[in-house]
DNA sequence: CCTCCTGTTGTCAGTGACTGACATCGACGC
DNA sequence: GCGTCGATGTCAGTCACTGACAACAGGAGG
């Protein structure tokens, strides 16, 4: 209907984002979002799945990034290691995006929805994790294990990284790999 | 309405897992599992505040056992080591659980829904493992890594154990506990 | 230029998860 | 017997989603 047909599901995008953040997810209804863009309801959910979906749609580009970046990592390194690498080659693409993923951060945190969707994204990025491990030729539940230790140790990275830049994501990283290494030594022997 | 009304929460948490059991969770109505307790759907939802969490009731009771562990762990342990002292000494609880939990599981595991929501509810006992350890001393972020790490070992256990018994839960937490420490130990140098 | 095809959208009716407001009813203390 | 309180029933309403069908645009082929 209104001018500009480039991408739809773009500007539906933006406009939930910003209609989340105005009024916040739970008070912002699926028909408000279509309408600010100039199209109808049922026009929203055949681009989106559902309401919260609207808010997770880059989640594919991280996923590829993060298992090509598997693929393409030294063979010398272990499951974890190669993990940890990885993690290490792709921060600069979260460190981009800063701008849109901290108050998209902030608005997911104090909405419970919103908290449980991004935990399901986070499993599936952990099983994709673990798939890209075992084109590497690490057996099944030891993919599975490492890709869920290291995702730990990532998502506390980037989490506290998220609500404080302060230190840096690299640095922040690097100082969750040590950190992970020292807990786990004194818990071993 | 009906005789007994000793606990009508009970009884729609049984009738719930049956007809969930029986037509799966999506082709099952709020409606339908309280009409088969014979009261009514306002009265389901005034005993649960949404249909998933029905078959989430019981999860207080882990969070209680893993968090009253956690406080009666050993002093010397470090943060990861408590962790695991305290999932070891809550296994026979698991164990024992089993009959209701593995057919449980199965169904969260072919219900995004319902997976959505078990990832809430380990998250919600992630941060709770944290507190607990920072009740001991433990700091603020390390206790959170520590919560994290021990988790993904932990559920990971569970998890497998769930969908073969075969090796014990005892014998599962062992053995990735080890697996968990020399994963680190080589991604470590 | 007409036509057919395909992809995107609008329209409409319907289901089901929830919620608030209010009435009812039985147990219980007084 | 009476007032209170907690659990329940009733009813109306909102909103997330879905299926079915019509409308309409642009492109391909004649």
Redesign the pocket.
């Known amino acids: 209907?209104d001018r500009s047909?480039d991408d739809?599901?773009v500007r539906l995008r933006q406009a939930a984002l910003a209609l989340f953040g105005e009024r916040g997810y739970?008070?912002?209804?699926?028909?408000?979002i279509?309408a600010r863009v100039?199209?109808?309801?049922?026009?929203?959910?055949?681009?989106?799945?559902?309401?919260?979906?609207v808010l997770f749609d880059g989640e594919a580009v991280l996923r590829t990034a993060l298992t090509a970046a598997i693929a393409e990592a030294p063979g010398a390194l272990g499951p974890l290691a190669t993990l940890f690498w990885s993690f290490r080659s792709i921060h600069p693409l979260l460190e981009n995006n800063r701008p849109y993923s901290e108050p998209r951060h902030a608005l997911i945190a104090r909405t419970p929805a919103l908290y449980e969707r991004e935990l399901a994204k986070t499993a599936a990025l952990t099983d994709a994790l673990a798939d890209a491990l075992q084109l590497r030729g690490v057996a099944d539940l030891p993919a599975a294990l490492a890709a869920r230790t290291g995702m730990a140790a990532f998502v506390h990275a980037v989490i506290a990284w998220l609500e404080d830049p302060e230190p840096s994501l690299g640095e922040r990283l690097e100082q969750t790999f040590a950190e992970t290494v020292a807990l786990v030594a004194e818990a071993g022997p």
Do not use: I, N, Q
Not at 26 to 32: F, I, L, N, Y
């Open positions: 209907m047909e739809v599901r739970e008070r912002t209804t699926a028909a408000e279509a100039g199209v109808t309801e049922r026009t929203f959910f055949r681009h989106f799945p559902d309401k919260r979906e």
